[in-house]
């Protein structure tokens, strides 16, 4: 059932509800795990079940998602990289040439047959790939020249993966018994080194999806992409190739119909969708006023302590957050994208509308950053002048902002501070799903998170300056350590 | 059609610089993929003073599936079945085990090492690993015997 050992060595894109039907029968585990691909996967894509299924799999990927980006200089800057990576091949991976080099053919001649294809005709182009994909000789080699790529990388690269490598094996028994035999299924060892040597250096994400016996009722996936030393993905915005993992074998999953990025969003959670629509509509409102005057009413209630129809921890959990974004904001933007900073307000809120969701969908940063966009817009076209003010505010560090803040002159602003606030306090029309009501009961711990900024602000219910003043009281279940709500995935 | 390509350069290396005691040449010089292999047995093993005809198969979907060998002349070796087809039991040549990036060279030099070096838990013909492992001196006259008989 698994692994078809007919057909064509790479399918075609069919709807995946084919899987929920094909484990209709299987373990309630499954059953319920597959029920619940299509909502995030439209269409998935068979991989023969040959022992190379892992490798074709992303291999057949990586050409289809450049192809995807419709670019024929990234195409042939992608010609150039392989064939610059033959050296890699004979000085660390230690292969002759003359060996690969037929096999390395086949992968830059592809390349360059779809540089000449993908601007004229796009579609002629995605046949060709399907094509070579499906002839034994030319799949085969390029999959092999993906194995010699794989196998080259952890022999230069050991320190990274030595601890992976099962067995006892050593770097060079485990090239030799898992990576260089032909028809030698992947590993787990072995995609993350073709992601790492082929997928990430070109900012390509993948997403695995997990489908096991593990418990849940959705499959578990797992993101690889390229990140900097502190974990925060370089390259957020990146494509994601989605492969869908069966006990030892792959298929490729897709998300279609939608835009992309909105629609990974969207998959996640429907909630994020119509958190966004309000926010963008609170911005929206003083377009139309053509001013602040008439404003106040939904604005004030935007701002952490008016807003009376969430429960006060709802707001110690997201201003901390709130306070903490900026943080990483004013570091790690250059002093040219400082310059476009007031998003992270905006981008702020949208996250912590993700991040406020009962645990389940661990936010992911590619997405996150795909979401702002549309909220970059209106506050930017809502606010004219008030903008040239908002980067003070993001930019600040957080030593600086409580007493800036509590300046008149900039208080009375209040248009800005409605980006401080969740989207989900936006308005008091705005009645929170009752999964955010739950999560909110959960939000009573990871208050001990506030930072001392925010305790001491009158963002603080707890500060006797805010509002909505209300006194801490003391839980002996809050001296209790947390335990950590969310898993990183 | 690349298969052809990659056997032409592994016949070329092979020609140009054959390993010490191995004289190769096509059954038919129109197909790459049959190879006539002469084997001298390597000093220092009972097939000394032996030569041993192999042929070497090489598959259409060449370097993806390993080539096939065989002994032509019979020989008796604890890896090596003592009958007419002379079927070898080598580990690069396993489909398991096979690496496309190993090539015709390393495969000839294996088999020579296989003739020096016999592996008796990975045997074919039981009687002689037997042999090989138990009583050392009658196999080695054992396997010079026939080597006599059958090698000349």
Known sequence: MLKSRQGPLVGEKKSSRAITEEYAKADPIYVAKTAALPQKFSHYRPILGDGNCGWRAAGFSYFETLLRLQNGARLEEELARMTSLNNLLTTVGGFEEWLFEDMVAETTNLLRDLTDLVQSSPQAAEELLRHRFNTHEVSDSIVYHLRLLASSWLKGNPASYQGFIPDGLGVDGYRKDWIEPVNQEIDHLGMTLLIDILLKPIGFAVEIVYLDRSEGSQANSHIFQQEDSNGVPTNPNGPTIHLLYRPSHYDILYKEQVPMQIMDQLARNPQVNRALTRQISVHETPVSMGGYSQLDMTTLLCIPGFGLSSPPQHHGFHSPQYQQQPIEQAFNSSPISASISPISPGASSTTTSSGALPGTFPAQPPSQSSLTSPTIAAPHSAFPPPATQLPIHTNFPPQARPSLVSNPSITSHLPHTSELSSPSSATSSFRPSKYEWEAAADWQEPVVFQTSTFKNSHYNTAHYNNPNFQPEEWTPESEEPPAPRKRSS | ?152
């Open chain 2, 1 to 152: 059609m690349s298969a052809q390509k990659r056997i032409s350069k592994e016949l070329a290396e092979v020609t140009n610089s054959p390993p010490e005691g191995i004289k190769i040449s096509l059954v038919d010089e129109s197909n790459v993929h049959n190879w006539n292999i002469t084997m001298d047995g390597p000093e220092g093993s009972p097939y000394a003073g032996g030569k041993f005809q192999l042929l070497l198969v090489l598959p259409t979907d060449y370097p993806f599936k390993p080539p096939k060998m065989n002994f032509k002349t019979r020989i008796w070796h604890p890896n090596v079945t003592f009958d007419e087809h002379g079927s070898m039991c080598i580990g690069i040549l396993k489909p398991e085990a096979w690496k496309p990036s190993s090539k015709i060279m390393s495969v000839l030099a294996a088999t020579q090492n296989l003739l020096v070096e016999p592996v008796p838990d990975d045997a074919v013909e039981t009687s002689a690993a037997e042999m090989f492992k138990n009583d050392r001196p009658k196999f080695n006259k054992t396997a010079a015997e026939y080597t006599k008989k059958y090698a000349k």
